[in-house]
């Protein structure tokens, strides 16, 4: 997978260090946290160990972590251990990869790779693996200058079976010819079985990138790179551009990896509660023992600072989707700045970059967003530590083409000013806050998120390990701040003011900017076809041929390994929680070891919504917590709700009942999470927006209308796939029918026209309709999630918030409409889009999500997804993905960046009929989809969210365990069966 987003910078990372994973109790914490921790800590510096030298052993205390550090002997490896009390084990392995040209031969290698390799010589034995394993995560990534191939899961022998296939994958993978021209491109035939149709392009990486392209943010994105970044490897589009994808050649690839692809260029992870020590015998059994060391020449040089500043001007396509059609320029102002293995310099400067740019109380917010000139931030917008000098950014988007210079000199004037001024010490001790927070509150992925936010530092030899002691960084920033107030200015002058490498870059749109694509693409395609001789000719048809009898024959998979359906532990986690009332209003309480953090949620009622009102829902919940509320204005209200608490969200609520499709709840859901010492505060601050919101300042609501509209027109080119799921489905259920109107193209359709109106009164009344039926406590539920030393006090807390509302509750715990009257509808819809490449959906209506049909239903959807589906649509077909999925009583079928989407139509009714005749696939097939439906069902859950399934989806315990009794028992038999009703 490319990635097209930057990776965390390191304040982001900050955001994302998130603590431990659930488990009964902190007795249970102390006792796993001394096993897990104490055993990486014996380790000494000098021991050897499979081949390593242990270099540095570094307990992390604020992280409840000791990390390792080693160094294979004989090929110079570098491998970090986490050790901590995480039974969602990860292991990664990254290479330096650093492209000279824009074919994206990093891009299309990362996906040749997994095709096939020495031990696992099957097609495709990466898409083999998800249906053999219960990974809680597999994947890929290409980024600009690295190369990363993770996974995790919470099984032992699971762990070792996906080691052996990732590690035989990137070191010893086949690279067959075949593999090239189906991952990357080739000619071909339009029908594959005749030569007397038009010869094409294909391959999935060349769709997915035309794909990617189409999006305006990552064409202006990819173009700051390049131009800030000129003199090497950031010069180029790793991805690959789609049209110089098509001179990449099979030789070509096969010399990248040998270049790159060895242990002397890798960074090696592990992270969590398993044994290091048999993690390194095995990674030296399989790989390192086979290779001797080199010197890799992959280092990328830092860039030569510019004498003076530079400008440039881009174009890209017009968005049908933007509010206003004459305001699409985007132009910024950015700057190169440190080395990121400057682990201080670049945290401070990521804390600068979150100080001017994030925010509602930040100077740039102020001064660029408030003044209504543009829509949002421009793309890249704040620090980024993700490639080997830092980089900041910032500017508007969706801005007439006078306004540039406008622009430009607000930039200016208001660095000036902040170098002056300085900032207030209340918006310092609100990021310090944010960190503090962050190392307390837990998710479920933090091993995973870590690599991916230290690789950066790591891949150009800074230190991993250095890059988490938090607590060391902040003690250094806050010494620096008090022996310095100006400490802050005078980094901004230096890096700012001062620096002559500063780009200003511009992009404006271009009427036919995607006619002229096509006409290149067409034209390369001519050039080339024109060439070809009568023996090129046959030679095309016969390997399309061939490809094809390769991707349809019945493959042996002997060799892959594989868990077993016994392997799955019969009976499912169980979630204690307790239930009661507080002044008649339903309240859900749940002890875990939440850290010293506590978590609220809340649902309100809004089935007495007339249905003129829903369609602005998403929008109340969008501006709720952005508007000033009680006596602070908007700006006071964002730096208390950063100072206090972890963000306070919104969001729209529609939930199926799990027994009737017609039985829908709709709500809102209104959660937040804080420091135990803050919980107070964050209920005062909830208690002010609900009894005391301002939604009238029309100024502010157009600026934050306008955000969100442009947001969510730029979004729809990465996440096409799921509007068109949801359109689709919405003619199928209640649910999908208002989840459309909230969530859809439906919703951005109505964003758009909303933003383009010059004035926002008719708006205010419609919100302020909304906030007088729901903000009250006449239909609410609540949830709380706390340690149990705290979780008096929290409740304590909820009641005197609940007091303070207006309103009688009735008591209800759900909030149920019943729908019968709503028909199901059969339609065919095209969104017309500037898309080279197509998103399909078909869906199909089933059952609810505890219909006795319902456990075969996702066993039919995963077995069609991979074993029919993918082969089809990706492998065959091109399109970067496809598959199918059961869901809200709803079996959709789906194409993600599909060049041939009507013939797609066709090979999902295929599917159907795949199965039913039940003669290629076994019933082992049918276990491994089991697996892969368990990997969803058991994926670990972080102690914030125990409970939500329950309180949010009225799903007990019981019948989870019912219907994964009723998962265990699928057979084959039934599968057909269901696919024929």
Wanted: hydrophobic share 35%; charged share 25%; glycine share 6%.
């Amino acid at each position: 997978m490319f990635s097209c987003r930057k990776p965390r910078n390191i304040y982001q990372y900050f955001k994302q260090i998130k603590s431990l994973n659930s488990l009964n109790s902190f007795r249970s914490r102390r006792k796993i946290y001394s096993a897990a921790v104490n055993n990486a800590e014996k380790f000494s510096i000098g021991q050897r160990l499979h081949g390593y030298v242990v270099e540095k052993v570094q307990p992390v205390p604020e992280l409840y972590l000791t990390a390792v550090q080693l160094q294979h002997d004989i090929t110079g490896a570098q491998h970090v251990h986490i050790a901590r009390e995480d039974n969602n084990n990860v292991f990664s392995v990254g290479l330096r990869t650093t492209p000279m040209d824009n074919t994206g031969v990093p891009h299309i290698l990362e996906h040749t790779t997994l095709c096939g390799s020495e031990h696992f010589p099957c097609r495709d034995p990466f898409f083999k693996m998800l249906t053999r394993s219960l990974s809680t995560f597999m994947n890929a990534f290409t980024a600009s200058d690295w190369t990363l191939y993770p996974f995790s899961t919470q099984n032992a022998q699971d762990f070792e079976n996906l080691l052996s296939v990732y590690l035989d994958a990137v070191f010893f993978p086949k690279l067959e010819k075949l593999d090239f021209l189906q991952e990357g491109w080739r000619l071909e035939h339009k029908e594959v079985n005749d030569p007397n149709s038009p010869i094409v392009y294909k391959g999935v990486v060349f769709n997915e990138m035309k794909g990617a392209f189409t999006s305006p943010e990552q064409v202006y994105s990819q173009h700051l790179q390049n131009k800030l970044y000129p003199s090497h490897t950031y010069s180029y589009v790793s991805g690959g551009e789609p049209l110089a994808i098509l001179d990449l050649t099979w030789e070509e690839l096969k010399q990248f990896h040998a270049d790159h692809y060895h242990p002397s260029n890798a960074r090696f992870y592990t992270y969590g509660n398993m044994r290091l020590e048999r993690h390194l015998e095995l990674i030296n059994e399989q790989v390192l023992s086979k290779f001797t060391k080199i010197k890799p020449s992959t280092a990328v040089p830092d860039e030569l600072p510019w004498s003076e500043s530079r400008s440039a001007t881009v174009s890209c396509a017009k968005d049908v989707m933007a509010p206003d059609s004459e305001k699409q320029t985007t132009v910024s102002v950015s700057y190169l700045l440190n080395s990121i293995t400057d682990v201080f310099e670049s945290s401070v400067l990521s804390m600068l970059g979150t100080l001017l740019t994030s925010g509602a109380t930040s100077p740039f917010y102020k001064a660029l967003l408030e003044s209504n000139i543009g829509s949002d931030f421009s793309p890249s917008t704040g620090y980024s530590g993700s490639l080997k000098q830092g980089s900041f950014s910032v500017g508007l988007q969706g801005i007439s083409k006078d306004d540039v210079s406008v622009v430009t000199d607000i930039i200016e004037k208001t660095l000036d000013k902040v170098i002056e001024e300085g900032f207030p010490q209340e918006r310092i001790d609100a990021v310090l806050h944010t960190v503090e927070l962050s190392m307390k509150h837990q998710t479920a992925n933090f091993g995973l998120g870590l690599v991916v936010s230290v690789l950066p530092i790591w891949n150009h030899d800074g230190s991993a390990i250095g890059a988490i002691e938090i607590n060391k960084i902040l003690a250094t920033f806050k010494e620096c701040i008090a022996k310095n107030p100006k400490f802050l200015q005078e980094k901004l002058k230096q890096y700012f003011k001062d620096n002559k490498h500063k780009l200003t870059l511009v992009m404006n749109p271009k009427d036919d900017f995607m006619e002229e694509k096509q006409k290149e693409e067409e034209e390369k395609l001519k050039q080339m076809v024109d060439t070809l001789t009568d023996s090129d000719r046959k030679n095309i048809f016969q390997i399309g041929l061939e490809l094809t009898r390769k991707q349809s024959e019945q493959e042996d998979l002997s060799s892959l390994p594989t868990l077993k359906i016994s392997d799955i532990d019969r009976t499912g986690e169980v979630t204690v929680v307790s239930n009661t009332t507080t002044a008649n209003i339903p309240l859900q309480l749940c002890e875990q070891p939440t850290n010293g953090v506590t978590y609220f949620r809340a649902v309100a009622d809004m089935r007495q919504l007339s249905k003129d009102l829903l369609p602005y829902v998403p929008i109340f919940c969008n501006v709720l917590t952005q508007m000033g509320a009680g006596k602070m204005n908007f700006r006071e209200l964002s730096q208390q709700i950063e100072l206090k608490t972890g963000g306070l969200a919104v969001h729209s609520h529609v939930a199926s009942s799990v027994f009737d499709m017609n039985s829908v709840e709709q709500g809102i859901l209104f959660s937040s999470y804080c420091l135990d010492k803050n919980a107070s505060d964050m209920f005062a601050l909830w208690s002010d927006i609900f009894n005391e919101i301002n939604l009238s300042d029309e100024d502010r609501l157009s600026t934050l209308v306008k955000m969100e509209a442009n947001e969510l027109a730029m979004g729809i080119s990465h996440s096409g796939h799921a509007y068109a799921m949801g359109h689709a489905s919405s003619l199928l259920t209640p649910s999908g029918q208002i989840s459309e109107t909230l969530f859809g193209l439906r919703h951005v359709k109505h964003m758009k026209q909303i933003a383009g109106k010059q004035e926002m009164t008719d708006l205010v009344k419609k919100l302020q309709l909304i906030a007088k039926q729901l903000l009250n406590k006449n239909s609410i539920r609540v949830a709380v999630n706390s340690t149990p030393e705290f979780l008096t006090t929290s409740v304590k807390e909820v009641e005197k918030f609940l007091s303070s509302l207006d309103g009688d509750s009735k008591g209800n715990e759900r909030f149920i409409t019943q729908m019968d009257d709503f028909a199901p509808s059969c339609d065919r819809t095209h969104f017309e889009l500037p898309f080279p490449v197509n998103f399909m959906c078909k869906a199909v209506q089933t059952a609810p999500s505890m219909h006795p049909d319902s456990a075969a239903l996702n066993v039919l959807a995963t077995l069609m997804k991979w074993k029919f589906l993918h082969r089809e649509i990706r492998e065959k077909g091109g399109a970067y993905g496809g598959g199918a999925n059961a869901q809200e009583g709803v079996l959709v079928f789906y194409s993600y960046r599909d060049p041939h989407s009507m013939d797609t139509l066709d090979i999902f009714d295929k599917s159907v009929d795949w199965v039913r005749e039940g003669e290629r696939f076994t019933a082992d097939d049918i276990n491994e989809a089991k697996l892969f439906v368990f990997q969803g069902i058991d994926k670990p859950v972080s102690p914030g969210d125990k409970g939500m399934r329950l309180f949010l989806r009225g799903e007990t315990d019981e019948m989870r365990q019912a219907q994964r009794e009723k998962l265990f028992a699928v057979t084959k038999q039934q599968v057909m069966e269901t696919a024929d009703k």
